[in-house]
Nanobody, 123 residues
Framework: QVQLVESGGGLVQAGGSLRLSCAASGRTFSTAMGWFRQAPGKEREFVAVITWKSYNTYYADSVKGRFTISRDNAKNTVSLQMNSLRPEDTAVYYC?????????????????WGQGTQVTVSS
């Protein structure tokens, strides 16, 4: 079992930055860790993922060049640095963990989820 707790959400003006963090407890060895988001009335959307060993990263086209995902395996944490935020980035952001990066990137699913943290970008 893996438990995930997100932090760092809030309200920011367009063009601003926020950093989300996710602390994991339990077995996260050799897992992919990622972020999804869901805006009101919309489906959950993949944002970014990072692999365990090689730290390969994958991003949704909508956030490439603006968001950066990173992880600290020693601390069991994954972070999402969000720059140049736009009103359309407003959503609840969820941390996710799965054994397979394919599951997260291609299937848009994960075995474990956090409770979510709200990000609101005002125009």
């Amino acid at each position: 079992q893996v438990q995930l707790v997100e932090s760092g959400g809030g309200l920011v003006q367009a063009g601003g930055s926020l950093r989300l963090s996710c602390a994991a407890s339990g077995r996260t060895f050799s897992t992919a860790m990622g972020w999804f988001r869901q805006a009101p009335g919309k489906e959950r959307e993949f944002v970014a993922v990072i692999t365990w060993k090689s730290y390969n990263t994958y991003y949704a086209d909508s956030v490439k060049g603006r968001f950066t995902i990173s992880r600290d395996n020693a601390k069991n944490t994954v972070s999402l640095q969000m720059n140049s935020l736009r009103p359309e980035d407003t959503a609840v952001y969820y941390c996710a963990v799965d054994q397979s990066v394919h599951t997260i990137v291609t299937l848009r699913r994960a075995n474990y989820w956090g409770q979510g943290t709200q990000v609101t970008v005002s125009s």
